[in-house]
C-alpha cells in the first residue's frame, strides 16, 4: 500500500517535503499533531509527539494485528510499523536489532517502550501458538514477566519531576531474546546511573520515587501499623518538597499493580515483605534529627528503633554509627564523635545505599525470572534518561546530559557519517551534507584530561574539594569553545552540548561522585539478622581495606562506573542494526492538544532533524551486496538473465522497477535503493512468492487428496466387510437363542421329577428319625435313677471313714506329745556338753593368737631390714644413673661434634663428589645407548619400580630408594619416597592403591546375612578392583576381588550405629562396616568417585594419593640445611639430608636416580635458598625463642636467639646470617595460620625484669635462693639478643659464693637472667661459651679455670644488657600448621610492620574449605533453586552431615592454627581444634547425665570465651539434630536444648546462620507436632532478636530456655516494693526502664530514670543498651564468689537518674515519692551536710512517715533505717572510712577500674569482710548509738498527729532548703593541695560543684558552660578542664565511669531543653542540615 500524501493530515513521510525548511517540518507536524496523528516518519526513522491524552484506538489489538507483516510506508506511520520490521528484520538482515528511543525528559519514550515491548509480545505468542501447543502451565512466560517488570520498575525508578510525572530516574536497556521459531525465549534488563540522591531530596514540585507514595496509600491500616507507616506528610523525606500527592497519579491503583506484578515475578510473601520492611525503614531513617552534645547525638531514640527493628540490627550500634566513626590504628579502636552535618550525611548516605542496594537487587530478581538460555537473535530497546537542563542541575544531570551526548553522537554517526562515507567509498554520485558533529564537546568531557578525568582525579584526594575541582576545571578548559566559564565566580561551570548551554552547580560533585558510604554503617547492615540486608550488602567492599588508600584509589568512581557500563552500552549497540524513534514534547505544560512551536522547532534543531530529512530524502538508506541482493529476489529475476554477472543482474532487475534511475544506484559491490523501492521489490517478490506458493500448495494438496480417496477406498471395504459378518452374525445368533429355548422346557421338566423323587424321600427320613429319638429319652431316664442310687451308697461310706480318721489322729497326737518331752530332755543334757567344749576352744584360740602375734612382729623386724637393703641399693643405683647420664651427655656432646666435623668435611668434598658423579652418570648413559634396543627394553621393564621418574601432568618427583633414618645401630630399609609441594614423603611401599583400611566384612551369596561369616578383612583399592585380605602384609593370602567399576549400585547404608556400605553385583552384595563415621565417608566417597571415574581421572586421583597423611614418614623442604651425596665403599649411589635435627641416608639404585634426586633438590643445595628481590616481601633479624613443636604445644619461653628472617608471599623462613647460609626453619602460610598483635605487656615486664617485682625472674628469685636460675618448660634459659647457656647455674652459683656475693648490682642481675651478651652488630659471629654439667672431676676444674672468663665477660656486657632492659621487646607469635614462633624486636615500628605484613601474607590465601562447608554450600545452591531432590540427595549420601555416636577426630570447620593465648588459657584451653573435640565428645553422652546444666553451661562459657569455635558448635550440634531415627529422643532433645541456648546468645557467622535456619525449617516439616519441631520453631524466633553478650547465659536463664518460656526477674525501688517482669534473653535495660515508666505512669515526669545494679550501699547505673540477661549472669557469679556489700543481695534496683526539675514536681504523686525516698536514702548514707539537730528531726520524720504516731515504749530498734550511723562511727577518724565502709587509705594503694566492672582482689575482700566489721562498730560506738536513737524517740513523741503525707512535705522542705540539692554527690580524693584530701564531687542539672566532706556550702562551682572537657586519662583518676582556670582539677575516685556518664546525660539534657526552645519561639523545627547554634556550643563540642 503506498504512503497517503493527504493534505488534511499533512504528509506522513517528510522525506517527501519538497521545502526542506524548519518552517515546513513544523507545520506538517503541527497539522498532523492536531488531528491526533502523532507519529511521522523520516525515512525509517520516526517522529513520535507525546499527546498528554489517551488515544485508546490507536493501540488496539487489530491495530497490532494489521501492522503485522507490514513494511514501513504500507499503512500510515505508527510505532507498531518499527517494531514490526525491527522483529522481521532478525530474519532478513540475520542480524540482532535494537530501537534507541530518544527525547528530553516528558516526552513520551517510558510509553513507547511499553508500545514496542507489547507488539513484541504479541508477536511472539502468535509465533508459539503457531509452531505448537502452548502450555498453560503454571510455569511463568518470559512475555508476562517482561510486560509484569514495567510496573515494578516504574514504582521504584520513576517520579514526578517539573517536566513529567512519569520521569524515568534511571536509565535501562531491555534486550528480548528470540528464537529461531519467533518467540521470546528470555531476556534481560541493564539499569543505569539511578538518581539515589532523590531519595532524601526533591526540587520545589517533584516528589520523591512512586513506590513510596504507593506503600503509603495502598497498604491496610493493620499491615500499615505493623511496618509502623504514618501519613506522608509526617515524613522528612517525602514533605520536604511541598509535593505529597497529584491528582492524575493513582498511588492506590499503581500499588495493586506493583503487588499484582511482584506474584507474577515469583517474589515470595517474605521477599515482599523484606523490601515494605526497607522502605519503611528508609522513610523512618529521614525523620532521624541530630543535636550538638559532645558531637552529634540522636535527638530521640524512637526512630532509631523503629529502623532497627525493620532492618533486624542493633539500635545502638545503628546510634553509634550514625554518630561517631572509628579507625583502627596499631590494633587499637579509636572512636571520633561526628558533628550535626556529618550525621546528617551518614543518616542520608544510609537511606541512598540501602535504596540503591534494594533497586540491584529487584533487577536482579527480574533477570533471573527472564533469564533464557541459548538464543537465536535478539532486539533491545533502550529506554534512558533524556537532556535535562534545570534551573540548578547538578551531578545527575552531568551524568545524564553526557548519555545523551553519547547517543547522539552514535546517532549522528549511523545517520549522517557513516552512511555519507560509505556512499564516497562506493563511488556514488553524491553531495555531502553538513550536519552538526558534537564529537569535540564528548572530547571535552571524556578524554584523557577532560572534565570526567579531572572529577575523579580530584575524587581521589582524600583532600580533594568542590571548589579545588572547579579551579583545576577553569584552568584546564576555560579556553575550549564547548566549556563556560562563568564571568562571576559562583560555584559553576558550563558545557556547551548538542541540546543547548546548561550550567553545573559543583555543590556534592565530590561526594556523589565517591559515593561515600562508612564503613561503620557497612559493618552494621553486614551484621543484620536478616538475610535480605545481608544479601544487599554482601558483595559491598569496605573502603578501608587492608592495603589502606592503595584499596581506596582503585576504587571506582560513580562517574567511571557509569562511564564504563555507558561503553559497555555502546558496544552492544554496535553489534546491532538500529532502529530510531525521536520523542518530542509539544509543550512544556503537559497540557493536551497544545503545540508550543518554539519549543519544538527547539528540538528539532539540536535533535538534527532537517539534516535527518535532507539526507533520508536525498539518500539511499537500503544497501545490499550483490550476492546478497540475487539470493533475496532470485524469484523475481528473468531466467533468461540468470546467466549473467552479479552487477549486471542487479541492474536489469532494478531498472524494471525505476529505469530513470531515481531511486537506485549501484555502488562497486552493493546496490544502494530507497526505502520506496525496496517495498516495490518486497511487494513483487511477495507476489511472486505467492504464485510459485500456490504451484506448490497444488501439487501437495493433489497428493493429499489422492491420498485421502486411497484410505476412504480402503475404509470403505473394511465398512462393507464388517456390515456382511454383522449380518452372518445376527442369523446366527437368531438360531442359536432357539435352540436355547428347547432345551430350557426340557431341563425344566426334568428337574420337576427329581423333585418329587427327593421329597418322598425326606419324609421317610424324618419319620425314623423320630422313632429314634423316643427311643434314645426312655434308655436316658433309666440312667439317672441309676445314678441317683449309687450317689446315696457312697455318702454313707464317706460319713464311716470320716468317723475312724478323727479316732487316728487323736491318738497320733498323744504319742507326739510324749515324744517331745523326750526330746527337750535330750536338748538340755547337749548344751551342757557344747558349753564345756566352747570353754576349751577358747583357751586354744588365745594361745593361737598369741603365736601369730609374735610371728607377725618378726616379720616385719625382717621387712625393715628388706626395706632398708633396697634402699641403700636405689641409692646406689640413682647415683649410677647420674653418672650414666653425665656420661651420656657428653658423648652426645662429642657426636653433635664430630657431626658438625661430618658436615664440614662433607661440604668441602662436595664439588669433587659432583664432579665424579656427573662422569660416572654419562658413562652410564652412553653405555646404556650402546646395548641392543631388546636387552635396553627388558631392562627397563625390569627396574621401572626401582627408577626414579617425574610426572608431568602432577609435578612431582617418585621412585624407591634405600633410607636410613637413625644411628648406628637402624638398618636400611626400602621406601617408596615421593617429592611433591614441597614435602618429602616416604612409604611402606608403591602408592599404587587409591585407598586401604581395615573393614569389617559380612555376608554370603545373594540376599543372604550370615553373622557366622563375620571376618575382618584388609581391603586395598587398585584402579577400578577392590580386593581384601587376611591381613596387611605384603605376603598375605588374597581372599577375593570386587570390580567397583561392574558394579550395579553402591549404597552408604550408615543408619544409626552402623557405618556400613553395600556393594551390588551382579551375583552377590557385599556388606561393609568402618570403625567410624569419617572412614565410612572417605570410603563411600573415594568408592563412587571411582564407580564413576574415566581413565584419566582415574590417574589423577592416584596422583592425589601422594600426601603426607597417607606416608609413614615425611619431610618438609623448607627446613633441609643440605643435601649432599656421601662416600661409603659399600653403598654406591648414595646421599644424605641434613636438617637441624637429624641427618636422613638414601641410597638410589644407580648413579642416574641419585643424579635426578639430587637434581630435584638441588634449590635447597647447601640450605641456600635463591630469592628474587620482587619475591622477598620483608626481611631482616629478628630475636626469635625455642618452643615446642605442633599444634598442641603450649607457647612457652624458651632459648632466644637472633636470626634473619624472610618473608615471601608463601613464607617466612629463618637463616643463621644474611647470606641466607643454614636455613633452620620455616612457616608455610595458608588462610588458617595467624599473627599476634606486638605484646606490650611482655614489653613493660622485660623493659628492666631486674627492676620490676612482678617480673617472673624477679618472683622467683625471691622465692628461691639468690642465685636460682629461672627455667623454662623445655629447660632453656631465656636470651635476648645474645646466645643462652644451658645448666650454667652451678657455674654462676659457685662462683658468687666463692665471690662471697661482692657484686650484686647488674651483674647479679645478669645472673639470676642466666644470659650471656654478645655483640650484635656482626650477626655472623653466633658462636659463643656454651656450659654443660661437668661429667667428671677432669671437665669441672676445666670449668673453674675458665670461670674467671666468664665473669669478666658478664662485666663487661652488663653495662650493654642494662641498657637493652630499658629498652625492652616486643614480642608477637606467628602460629603454623606444626609449630609457632616467638619473635621479638626493639622497634615498636618493626614489631608492627613484621605483623602487618605477615597478615597480609595470609589475608591473601584462599580460603580453606573443609567437606561440610562444601556441602553446605552445595544445600544453599539447591536450596535457591528449590531442588528438594538434590538436598535430600545430599544428606542421604554425605554421612558427615548426619547424626553419627562416634566421637570426632576433627573439627568440622576451618579453625585458626595455634594456642589460644589470652585471659582464657587460664580456664585451660589448648588449641580451638582440641577445644572443638571435647565439646563434640561432651554431645554424644549427654542423654546418660542426671543433670545436663553443667554440660549446657559448659559449652555456652567455651563458646562465649572463644568466638572462632560459635560456628563449629552450630555445625556440629545441626550435625547431631540430623537423621535421628527418633525425634524426640532424649539424646536429640538434649542437642536441641543446646541449640536453643546458642540460639539466645550468640549469633553464628552468615553463611552458617543460613545453614541453621535451613536445618529448623527443614526439621519442622519432617517432624511436625513433635517436641523437636516445637524447639526449633522458638530458635528460630530467638534468633530474630539476639545480641551481643558479655556473659554467658546464668542458670537461670539457661533453665528459661529448656522450657521455652520468658525467664521472670524482680525489679526492686524505695520502700521495699518490687514487681516481676518477664524478660527474654534480648531485653534491654532501656526496654525494661520504658515499661516501669509507662506502667507506673510517669511518662510526662519531670526526671530521668534508670536501673541500677544494687547491693547495700554498692550501686552503678546500667546503660540503656545493657541486656538484662547479663546482670543477671553477672549477679549468679558474684553470689558464687560472695561478693557483696554488708551482706546484702544483688539487685536491679528502679531510681531516679538525673534530677532535672525537682521543683515543679506534685506533691503526692509517684514521683514525689521516689524524690522522698531518695532524699531520704542520701541522708542514711550521709549525704546531706547539716547540723546534728537537723539530722535528729528528719529521723523522727522518717519514723513518723514509716511507723505512725508513737505509742507507749515503742523503740527504733535498726537506728540506720533512719540516721546515717557511719557519721557516729566516723567521728573519732572522720577520714578513715568511706560510705561503704571501705577504708580510705587502702583506696589510695589499688584503685578499682569502675564501680563494679572492674572489682579488684583488695576490694572484694572488702566486701566479703564489711558484715564483720560493722557488727564490731556497733559493739564499739553503742552507747552514741543508744544516746541518739533516744534522742529521736524523743522527738518522734512530739511530732504526734501529724499525718504521713505531712511528716513527708515537712521533711523535703528541710531537705530543699539546701542549695546543691538535686546534685548527686560522689566521695573523691583531691590530688591538688589547694583542696582539702576528701572532697564530695556533686553533680547536678546545671553545675558542677566541689564541696568538703560534710560541708553545706561549696569550695567551688562550674558551670557546664566553663567545662572544655573531662574524663579519665588514666583508671580511677577524673580530670576536668575548665576554661579560665590554669590547672586542671584532678581527683581519685574508683566512680570515674558514673561521674562521666551522669554529666554526659545532664549536657545532653541541656541542650535538647534549648534545642526545644530553639524551636518554639521560631514557631517550625529548624532543618537539619543547619545545626542549632547554642549561646556557648563550643564547649560542648569537646567532650569525648
Request: with cysteine; hydrophobic share 35%; aromatic share 8%.
Amino acid at each position: 500500500m503506498a504512503i497517503h500524501h493527504s493534505p488534511s493530515v499533512g504528509l506522513e513521510d517528510m522525506a517527501k517535503l519538497t521545502d526542506l525548511k524548519d518552517d515546513s517540518i513544523l507545520e506538517n507536524l503541527k497539522l498532523r499533531y492536531k488531528h491526533d496523528q502523532i507519529y511521522t516518519y523520516i525515512g525509517s526513522i520516526l517522529a513520535a509527539l507525546n499527546p498528554y491524552k489517551s488515544i485508546p484506538s490507536n493501540y488496539e489489538k487489530d491495530v497490532m494485528l494489521a501492522y503485522n507483516k507490514r513494511h514501513i510506508g504500507e499503512l500510515p506511520p505508527h510505532i507498531y510499523a518499527i517494531a514490526n520490521d525491527c522483529y522481521y528484520s532478525m530474519w532478513k538482515r540475520n542480524d540482532n536489532q535494537c530501537v534507541l528511543i530518544s527525547g528530553e525528559s516528558g516526552a513520551g519514550k517510558t510509553e513507547s517502550t511499553k508500545f514496542i515491548l507489547n507488539f513484541l509480545s504479541e508477536m511472539s505468542q502468535a509465533s508459539a501458538q503457531a509452531s505448537g501447543p502452548v502450555n498453560t502451565g503454571s510455569k511463568l512466560r518470559v512475555e508476562d514477566a517482561i510486560l509484569k517488570s514495567s510496573p515494578i520498575m516504574e514504582s521504584f525508578g520513576n517520579a514526578k519531576t517539573v517536566y513529567n510525572n512519569n520521569s524515568s530516574r534511571f536509565g535501562k536497556f531491555i534486550q528480548l531474546q528470540f528464537t529461531s521459531e519467533g518467540s521470546i525465549q528470555g531476556g534481560r534488563i541493564q539499569d543505569y546511573l539511578l538518581e539515589k540522591n532523590r531519595v532524601v531530596g526533591q526540587n520545589p514540585n517533584e516528589r520523591n520515587y512512586h513506590i513510596f507514595y504507593c506503600l503509603l496509600a495502598g497498604i491496610s491500616d493493620e499491615y500499615k501499623e505493623r511496618l509502623y507507616l504514618s501519613e506522608a506528610s509526617s515524613y522528612h523525606y517525602l514533605n520536604q518538597s511541598g509535593c505529597i500527592s497529584d491528582p492524575t497519579i493513582d498511588d492506590k491503583g499503581n500499588f495493586q499493580a506493583v503487588q499484582e506484578a511482584l506474584g507474577v515475578m515469583k517474589f515470595t510473601q517474605e521477599q515482599i515483605h523484606d523490601v515494605f520492611c526497607l522502605l519503611s525503614a528508609i522513610l523512618t531513617l529521614g525523620n532521624v534529627q541530630f543535636i550538638t552534645a559532645g558531637g552529634a547525638q540522636v535527638k530521640d531514640m524512637q526512630p532509631i528503633q523503629i529502623v532497627a527493628s525493620l532492618l533486624n540490627i542493633d539500635e545502638y550500634q545503628l546510634c553509634d554509627s550514625l554518630t561517631q566513626t572509628t579507625r583502627t590504628l596499631r590494633g587499637e579502636l579509636i572512636s571520633t564523635p561526628l558533628d550535626v552535618d556529618q550525621a546528617l550525611n551518614s543518616r542520608d548516605s544510609l537511606a541512598m545505599n540501602l535504596y540503591g542496594r534494594c533497586f540491584k537487587w529487584i533487577i536482579q530478581r527480574i533477570n533471573s525470572c527472564i533469564k533464557g538460555k541459548e538464543f537465536f537473535r535478539s532486539v533491545g530497546v533502550l529506554d534512558i534518561f533524556g537532556f535535562e537542563n534545570f534551573t540548578v542541575n547538578r551531578f545527575e544531570q552531568f551524568n545524564i546530559n553526557f548519555a545523551n551526548e553519547k547517543l547522539q553522537e552514535y546517532f549522528n554517526k549511523h545517520i549522517f557519517s557513516l552512511e555519507q562515507h560509505e556512499y564516497n567509498t562506493e563511488g556514488l554520485e553524491w553531495v555531502d551534507i553538513d550536519w552538526q558533529d558534537n564529537g569535540e564537546c564528548l572530547d571535552l568531557v571524556e578524554r584523557k584530561l577532560g572534565i570526567l578525568a579531572l572529577i575523579n582525579e580530584e575524587s581521589r584526594f582524600p583532600k580533594g574539594t568542590d571548589e579545588s575541582m572547579l579551579d583545576k576545571l577553569h584552568s584546564n578548559h576555560a579556553k575550549n569553545a564547548f566549556y563556560i566559564k562563568p564571568k562571576v565566580a559562583d560555584g559553576r561551570f558550563g558545557i556547551r552540548h548538542y541540546a543547548g548551554e546548561v550550567f553545573y552547580e559543583t555543590k556534592g560533585f565530590l561526594d556523589k561522585n565517591r559515593d561515600t558510604f562508612r564503613d561503620d554503617i557497612l559493618e552494621v547492615l553486614k551484621e543484620s539478622r536478616s538475610d535480605f540486608i545481608y544479601d544487599l550488602f554482601e558483595t559491598m567492599l569496605a573502603s578501608k581495606a587492608a592495603s589502606g588508600d592503595k584499596t581506596m584509589r582503585k576504587k571506582p568512581t560513580v562517574s567511571s562506573q557509569f562511564q564504563e557500563s555507558l561503553h559497555s552500552l555502546m558496544s552492544t549497540l554496535n553489534t546491532c542494526n538500529p532502529y530510531f524513534v525521536r520523542c518530542v514534547k509539544p509543550n512544556a505544560q503537559k497540557a493536551p492538544s497544545q503545540f508550543d512551536s518554539s519549543l519544538v522547532v527547539n528540538q528539532l534543531r539540536y535533535s538534527g532533524m532537517l539534516e535527518t530529512v535532507k539526507i533520508r530524502k536525498a539518500g539511499f538508506p537500503v544497501r545490499r551486496q550483490f550476492e546478497e541482493f540475487i539470493k533475496r529476489y532470485k524469484a523475481i529475476i528473468l531466467k533468461e538473465d540468470l546467466s549473467k554477472e552479479a552487477a549486471q543482474l542487479c541492474s536489469l532487475l532494478l531498472i524494471r522497477f525505476d529505469d530513470k534511475k531515481v531511486k537506485w544506484q549501484m555502488g562497486k559491490s552493493k546496490v544502494f535503493m530507497k526505502e520506496n523501492l525496496e517495498s516495490q521489490l518486497e511487494t513483487e517478490l511477495k507476489k511472486e512468492l505467492g504464485v510459485l506458493a500456490s504451484k506448490i500448495k497444488a501439487c501437495i494438496k493433489g497428493f493429499i487428496v489422492r491420498k485421502q480417496y486411497k484410505k476412504t477406498m480402503a475404509q470403505i471395504v473394511i465398512v462393507q466387510k464388517t456390515i456382511r459378518m454383522h449380518q452372518c452374525r445376527r442369523s446366527f445368533l437368531n438360531v442359536r437363542r432357539a435352540v436355547i429355548v428347547f432345551q430350557k422346557y426340557e431341563r425344566a421338566r426334568v428337574a420337576r421329577k427329581i423333585l418329587r423323587n427327593l421329597k418322598e424321600e425326606k419324609r421317610k427320613e424324618e419319620e425314623r428319625l423320630r422313632e429314634e429319638q423316643r427311643q434314645r429319652e426312655e434308655q436316658e431316664r433309666r440312667e439317672l435313677e441309676r445314678l441317683k442310687a449309687e450317689a446315696k451308697l457312697r455318702e454313707l461310706e464317706e460319713l464311716t471313714r470320716k468317723l475312724e480318721e478323727e479316732a487316728r489322729q487323736r491318738q497320733e497326737e498323744e504319742e507326739a506329745q510324749k515324744r517331745l518331752e523326750e526330746e527337750q530332755r535330750l536338748a538340755d543334757l547337749e548344751k551342757v556338753r557344747q558349753l564345756e567344749i566352747a570353754r576349751k576352744q577358747e583357751e586354744e584360740e588365745a594361745k593361737r593368737k598369741a603365736n601369730e602375734l609374735r610371728i607377725k612382729l618378726e616379720e616385719d623386724a625382717q621387712k625393715l631390714a628388706e626395706e632398708q637393703e633396697r634402699l641403700k641399693i636405689e641409692d646406689e643405683e640413682r647415683q649410677l644413673l647420674e653418672e650414666v647420664e653425665k656420661r651420656q651427655q657428653e658423648l652426645d656432646r662429642l657426636r653433635s661434634e664430630q657431626l658438625e666435623r661430618a658436615e664440614r668435611q662433607i661440604m668441602h668434598e662436595f664439588d669433587h663428589s659432583l664432579a665424579q658423579l656427573a662422569a660416572q652418570e654419562s658413562h652410564d648413559f652412553y653405555s646404556s645407548l650402546e646395548q641392543p634396543p631388546e636387552q635396553y627394553i627388558e631392562d627397563s621393564e625390569e627396574d621401572d619400580d626401582n627408577a626414579s621418574k617425574k610426572s608431568d601432568e602432577t609435578h612431582f618427583f617418585e621412585g624407591f630408594l634405600q633410607m636410613k633414618t637413625g644411628g648406628m645401630v637402624n638398618s636400611w630399609k626400602k621406601r617408596w619416597c615421593v617429592l611433591r609441594d614441597e614435602t618429602l614423603m616416604w612409604f611402606k611401599s608403591k602408592q599404587e592403591a587409591l585407598k586401604s583400611g581395615w573393614l569389617m566384612k559380612k555376608g554370603g551369596g545373594t540376599g543372604t546375612l550370615s553373622r557366622r561369616n563375620w571376618r575382618k578383612r584388609f581391603f586395598i583399592l587398585k584402579d577400578f578392583t577392590l580386593s581384601y585380605y587376611e591381613s596387611d602384609s605384603n605376603t598375605a593370602k588374597l581372599l577375593g576381588k570386587i570390580d567397583i567399576k561392574g558394579a550395579t549400585n553402591i549404597t552408604d547404608s550408615s543408619f544409626g550405629r552402623e557405618n556400613s556400605i553395600d556393594i551390588e553385583t551382579d551375583g552377590r552384595t557385599y556388606h561393609l562396616v568402618a570403625d567410624t563415621a569419617d572412614d565410612c565417608s572417605e570410603w563411600y566417597s573415594i568408592l563412587t568417585r571411582v564407580k564413576n571415574s574415566q581413565e584419566f581421572e582415574l590417574k589423577q586421583m592416584h596422583d592425589e594419593e601422594a600426601n603426607p597423611k597417607n606416608a609413614i614418614g615425611s619431610l618438609d623442604v623448607a627446613i633441609i640445611d643440605s643435601v649432599v651425596p656421601v662416600n661409603i665403599a659399600s653403598k654406591p649411589n648414595c646421599f644424605a639430608i641434613i636438617t637441624a635435627e637429624r641427618v636422613i641416608n638414601l641410597m638410589s639404585a644407580t648413579p642416574v636416580g641419585m643424579n635426578n634426586w639430587l637434581a630435584a633438590l638441588t634449590q635447597y643445595h647447601k640450605g641456600k635458598r635463591a630469592y628474587k628481590q620482587e619475591d622477598i616481601i620483608l626481611s631482616g633479624w629478628l630475636t626469635k625463642e625455642s618452643t615446642s613443636t605442633g599444634t598442641l604445644a603450649r607457647v612457652s619461653t624458651g632459648s632466644r636467639k637472633k636470626r634473619y628472617f624472610v618473608l615471601t608471599a608463601n613464607s617466612i623462613e629463618f637463616y643463621r646470617s644474611v647470606e641466607l647460609q643454614q636455613k633452620m626453619g620455616a612457616i608455610a602460610f595458608n588462610s588458617l595460620c595467624s599473627v599476634t598483635l606486638p605484646d606490650e605487656k611482655t614489653f613493660k615486664e622485660e623493659a628492666c625484669p631486674a627492676s620490676n617485682p612482678n617480673s617472673p625472674s624477679h618472683k622467683t628469685k625471691t622465692k628461691n635462693s639468690p642465685t636460682h636460675q629461672p627455667t623454662t618448660p623445655n629447660g632453656s634459659t631465656q636470651s635476648l639478643n645474645n646466645i643462652s647457656f644451658k645448666s650454667s647455674n652451678n657455674i654462676v652459683a659457685t662462683l658468687i659464693r666463692n665471690k662471697k656475693k661482692k657484686r650484686r648490682g647488674s651483674l647479679g642481675n645478669i645472673l639470676s637472667n642466666g644470659v650471656l651478651p654478645i655483640d650484635t652488630t656482626t650477626p655472623n659471629q653466633t658462636n659463643g661459651i656454651k656450659a654443660t654439667p661437668p661429667s667428671s672431676p677432669a671437665q669441672s676444674n676445666s670449668m673453674r679455670r675458665r670461670s674467671n672468663s666468664l665473669v669478666s665477660t658478664l662485666m663487661r656486657s652488663s653495662k650493654r644488657l642494662s641498657r637493652l632492659d630499658r629498652e625492652g621487646y616486643w614480642k608477637f607469635v606467628v602460629h603454623g600448621r606444626n609449630c609457632s614462633f616467638n619473635l621479638y624486636t626493639v622497634s615498636y615500628d618493626d614489631a608492627w610492620q613484621w605483623t602487618y605484613a605477615i597478615q597480609d601474607v595470609i589475608d591473601s590465601k584462599p580460603l580453606l574449605e573443609t567437606p561440610f562447608q562444601i556441602l553446605i554450600r552445595e544445600i544453599k545452591e539447591s536450596a535457591m533453586n528449590g531442588d528438594l531432590t538434590s538436598i535430600e540427595r545430599i544428606f542421604k549420601l554425605n554421612p558427615i552431615l548426619r547424626n553419627t555416636p562416634h566421637v570426632l577426630k576433627s573439627p568440622l570447620l576451618p579453625l585458626p592454627y595455634g594456642l589460644i593465648v589470652s585471659s582464657s588459657q587460664e580456664k585451660g584451653y589448648t588449641t580451638l581444634n582440641d577445644e572443638a573435640v571435647k565439646i563434640f565428645n561432651s554431645l554424644l553422652g549427654s542423654e546418660n547425665l542426671p543433670d545436663p546444666m553443667p554440660v549446657i553451661q559448659g559449652i555456652l562459657q567455651t563458646c562465649h570465651d572463644l568466638k572462632p569455635l560459635r560456628d563449629e558448635v552450630y555445625c556440629q550440634i545441626i550435625k547431631q539434630t540430623t537423621g535421628v531415627p527418633d525425634p524426640d529422643s532424649l539424646n536429640n532433645l538434649r542437642n536441641w536444648q543446646i541449640l536453643a541456648c546458642l540460639c539466645c546468645s550468640f549469633l553464628p557467622s552468615r553463611n552458617i546462620l543460613r545453614y541453621t535456619r535451613f536445618h529448623m525449617k527443614r526439621q519442622m516439616e519432617l517432624f511436625p507436632e513433635t517436641q523437636t519441631a516445637r524447639y526449633a520453631e522458638f530458635a528460630i524466633d530467638a534468633l530474630k532478636r539476639t545480641r551481643s553478650r558479655d556473659f554467658a547465659p546464668s542458670r537461670a536463664e539457661v533453665i528459661a530456655i529448656l522450657g521455652r518460656r520468658e525467664m521472670s526477674a524482680t525489679v526492686f525501688c524505695h520502700g521495699d516494693g518490687s514487681c516481676q517482669i518477664n524478660i527474654n534473653s534480648a531485653t534491654t535495660a532501656g526496654q525494661v526502664v520504658h515499661t516501669l515508666v509507662k506502667g507506673m505512669g510517669l511518662d510526662k515526669c519531670h526526671n530521668r530514670f534508670a536501673l541500677y545494679e544494687r547491693s547495700g550501699h554498692v550501686e552503678k547505673a546500667i546503660e540503656d543498651r545493657t541486656v538484662i540477661a547479663d546482670i543477671i549472669a553477672k549477679f549468679e557469679r558474684y553470689k558464687a564468689r560472695g561478693l557483696s556489700d554488708r551482706g546484702k543481695p544483688w539487685q536491679l534496683f528502679f531510681k531516679l537518674f538525673c534530677y532535672l526539675d525537682t521543683k515543679n514536681v506534685e506533691k503526692g504523686s509517684i514521683e514525689y515519692s521516689f524524690l522522698y525516698e531518695e532524699a531520704c536514702e542520701d541522708v542514711i548514707r550521709g549525704f546531706f551536710p547539716t547540723s546534728a539537730e537537723k539530722l535528729i528531726q528528719l529521723a523522727a520524720l522518717r519514723t513518723q512517715f514509716v511507723r505512725g504516731d508513737y505509742v507507749q515504749n515503742d523503740w527504733i530498734r535498726e537506728l540506720s533505717e533512719v540516721y546515717p550511723v557511719d557519721r557516729l562511727k566516723s567521728q573519732p577518724k572522720k577520714d578513715d572510712n568511706d560510705f561503704a565502709g571501705f577504708p580510705m587509705k587502702q583506696r589510695k594503694d589499688n584503685f578499682i577500674s569502675g564501680t563494679l566492672k572492674g572489682l579488684g582482689d583488695k576490694t572484694l575482700k572488702k566486701l566479703q569482710k564489711s558484715a564483720s566489721d560493722d557488727s564490731i562498730l556497733d559493739s564499739v560506738f553503742a552507747d552514741e548509738i543508744s544516746a541518739t536513737t533516744t534522742r529521736i524517740v524523743d522527738k518522734w513523741k512530739t511530732l504526734k498527729g501529724i499525718s504521713a503525707d505531712s511528716a513527708q512535705e515537712a521533711y523535703m522542705n528541710i531537705i530543699q532548703q539546701w542549695k546543691s540539692y538535686g546534685a548527686r554527690l560522689f566521695e573523691v580524693e583531691s590530688t591538688d593541695g589547694r583542696f582539702p584530701a576528701n572532697l564530695w564531687l556533686a553533680v547536678g542539672a546545671s553545675m558542677v560543684a566541689v564541696h568538703k566532706q560534710g560541708e553545706p556550702n561549696p569550695i567551688e562551682e562550674i558551670t557546664y558552660e566553663r567545662i572544655l572537657s573531662f574524663g579519665a586519662p588514666i583508671p580511677n583518676e577524673y580530670k576536668i578542664v575548665v576554661e579560665g582556670r590554669r590547672h586542671e582539677l584532678s581527683f581519685e575516685t574508683n566512680q570515674v565511669f558514673e561521674i562521666a556518664k551522669l554529666m554526659k546525660a545532664y549536657i545532653n539534657e541541656i541542650v535538647r531543653k534549648r534545642q526545644s526552645i530553639y524551636s518554639v519561639s521560631n514557631g517550625n523545627i529548624p532543618e537539619q542540615k543547619q545545626p542549632v547554634a547554642l549561646n556557648n556550643p563550643s564547649p560542648f563540642d569537646k567532650y569525648f
